[in-house]
């Protein structure tokens, strides 16, 4: 699949700085990554913002036209619904069809899950999507991936068990882990800890010879590097990645005051500067992008609503990786033998 130019339907309409951070990060994308894009959304406002941002003569830019947008105040089945045309809908078909190989959207991400579900479909197997969020850890070069981070509030023993085999499947061939070790976010090491989801959860992850479960993980394990994969529930997994995007921020913040001041203050920021910019890259979401949603038959990033050039361009190479490394297929080829294992305890059942 890496031989040809993947095509990246982006949803040009969706977040808080489209379409113009969007179209711009997208033209970037397009130029520096061998993908082609195709821009999702009003081509009134998309087709003017291609010539600003230097896309205008590239054959790997193109528009399609969408007449409508879902907002963030509505309701995301309602809207897809009544809005068959919105961006988000428009882009999702394009996969379904077949026109384009992933679907990047900053919109609304309760109705790109919605969309994703209802014209794309699961994964024969897995019950329920994860949002899977690839952060940094205190390892240079190595990142954990935690899901769900907030696809499902609610969740199921045997949900978590196929997160964990997802964000395995994921961490081996696109993050590059031979032997990816997956933890159980809970209050303690200990395998008696926890809720009656973290039990019984904690035993179906240690009984999976798929899954290269290590154990529980804490809070304060997350960002270790010890773990390749957190396995949790969207509630817990939400709150995890906003106090971490919030970490990064506050860390910046921090440094940027007690930076010193004056003429010395600017030669020692000069000789810094490479390490600044390079704890920079390594804490700021920016670098990351968006988050895979895993179970639906369709690549989908869903990147931050606040997402500008930086992270769109982020959340397409994320959208390409996924697509050249196949993980589509591996997951669906990983997770034959627990169908077929299901089969044969069904049927002895009976």
């Known amino acids: 699949m ?29 130029a520096e990554l061998e993908v082609d894009v195709l821009l999702v959304g009003d081509e009134k406002q998309i087709e003017p913002l291609i010539k600003k941002h230097g896309g205008q003569d590239s054959e790997h830019v193109k528009v399609v036209h969408a007449e409508d947008v879902i907002t963030m105040k509505e309701e995301p089945l309602v809207g897809i619904r009544r809005k068959p045309k919105a961006s988000i809908n428009v882009a999702m078909n394009l996969v379904k069809q077949k026109e384009a190989d ?26 329920r999507p994860a949002i899977g969020a690839v952060l940094p850890t205190i390892i240079p070069g190595k990142s954990v991936i935690v899901l769900d981070v907030g696809a499902n509030v609610d969740c199921k023993p045997k949900y978590l068990e196929q997160f964990a085999l997802m964000g ?3 961490s081996r061939y696109v993050l590059g882990r031979e032997e990816p070790q997956v933890g159980l976010l809970n209050i303690g090491e200990e395998s008696s800890k926890g809720n009656d989801l973290a039990l ?14 290590l154990g529980n993980a804490e809070g304060r ?4 590097g010890e773990f390749d994969i957190i396995v949790c529930d969207g509630f817990v997994g939400n709150v995890v990645l906003k106090f971490a995007e ?14 010193p001041k004056g003429l010395h203050g600017k030669v020692g920021t000069a000789i810094l500067k490479p390490n600044l910019m390079n704890i920079k890259r390594r804490i700021d979401r920016a670098e990351h992008g968006g988050a895979l949603l895993f179970g639906v038959a369709g690549i989908c990033i869903i990147s ?15 959208a390409k990786e996924a697509i050249d490394n196949e993980v589509l297929e591996k997951i669906k080829a990983n997770n034959q033998p627990r169908l077929e294992a299901d089969k044969q305890t069904e049927a002895s059942a009976t």
């Open 2 to 30: 890496g031989l040809t130019r993947a095509r990246i339907a982006v949803d040009a309409m969706g977040g808080d700085f489209a379409p113009e951070e969007i179209v711009a990060g997208a033209i970037q994308a397009s």
């Open 102 to 127: 992933a679907v990047v959207s900053a919109g609304h991400s309760g109705a790109a899950m919605a969309s994703a579900l209802l014209r794309l479909g699961r994964i024969k197997g897995i019950e």
């Open 168 to 170: 395995t499947i994921y």
């Open 200 to 213: 019984t959860t904690h035993k179906l992850l240690t009984d999976n010879p798929q899954i290269p479960f």
């Open 221 to 224: 394990d997350v960002l270790s």
């Open 246 to 259: 919030a970490i990064g921020e506050v860390m910046m913040q921090i440094m940027k005051e007690e930076l």
């Open 304 to 318: 931050h609503g606040s997402s500008r050039r930086g992270s769109m361009f982020s959340a397409i190479r994320l």
